[in-house]
């Protein structure tokens, strides 16, 4: 794919006759989070119509989804440039958490899914923007997990709010993704990065639930 390539070409839900979709001078992460609002809203009725809370077996499914999707871009926390501009990129890891949340369900780890594959660190950042957002949502599913025996302690560690307090901690990502000065054709990048990371997890969301009804 071109960097060039328009947004509205990708496959996401917008159209020229949204204007909320059109690109425009607000802020990177604003542009990011209205590019990939409607393929979030289908992966989060895809998660939540497998009834991941219904119990511990089904939540662990959640899991391997998880895991899989941090595995693959693992590296991208220790990018160097990218370490360079975002000063606690490479502690913002949930990786080792979710292994602990499969461990205290006495699960095993997943096998790893293709590596992510992309190469420049911009297009790295769109996918490490959808790692970082996945947590501030986690916030509602903390909640669900405690019906089901699960807390910060035990098997929703990954879900748990940074000690800095989650709202925090996002706004503190937030705040340098706007404030780079990327190239137009970087900025196209982070957004081909983002909406490739939404796909890899729908991917793997198929996959995964697919083997399980198999
Ligand atoms: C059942 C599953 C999910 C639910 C119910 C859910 C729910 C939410 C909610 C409520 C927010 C907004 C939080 C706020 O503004 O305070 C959010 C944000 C976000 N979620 Fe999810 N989410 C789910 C799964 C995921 C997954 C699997 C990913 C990606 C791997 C993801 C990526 C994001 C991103 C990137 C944001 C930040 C959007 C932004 O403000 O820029 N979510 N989610």
């Known amino acids: 794919m071109s960097v060039h ?13 949204d204007p909320i979709a059109q690109p425009s001078a607000a802020g990177r992460w604003q542009t990011l989070k209205v590019l990939t609002a409607g393929t979030h809203e289908t992966l989060d009725k895809r998660i939540m119509a497998a009834r991941p809370f219904e119990n511990q077996e089904r939540y662990a499914l959640f899991l391997v989804i998880q895991h899989r999707f941090h595995q693959a871009i693992d590296t991208y926390y220790d990018d160097a440039t990218l370490n ?7 502690r913002r890891k949930r990786l ?22 992309a190469v420049d660190p911009a297009e790295k950042l769109g996918w ?11 916030a509602f599913l903390l909640k669900a997990a405690a019906a089901i025996g699960l807390n910060a302690a035990h098997g929703a560690r990954h879900l748990a709010a940074h000690p800095d307090g989650r709202g925090k901690h ?3 990502f937030t705040t340098v993704l706007d404030s780079l000065a990327f190239s137009p054709e970087q900025d196209d990048l982070v957004c081909q990065g983002a909406v490739k990371a939404f ?4 991917r793997l969301t ?6 399980m009804a198999g």
């Open 5 to 17: 390539t328009p947004i509205q070409n990708w496959g996401i839900r917008m159209t020229m006759h």
């Open 84 to 90: 360079a501009l975002i000063e606690d990129l490479s």
């Open 96 to 117: 080792d958490l979710i292994a602990q949340d499969l461990a205290d369900l006495g699960k095993m780890l997943p096998s790893p899914s293709e590596p992510a594959d």
């Open 128 to 138: 490490i923007y959808v790692a970082e957002g996945s947590n501030l949502g986690a």
């Open 170 to 172: 996002w706004r503190s």
């Open 199 to 202: 796909q890899y997890v729908h």
């Open 206 to 211: 198929d996959e995964t639930y697919d083997a």
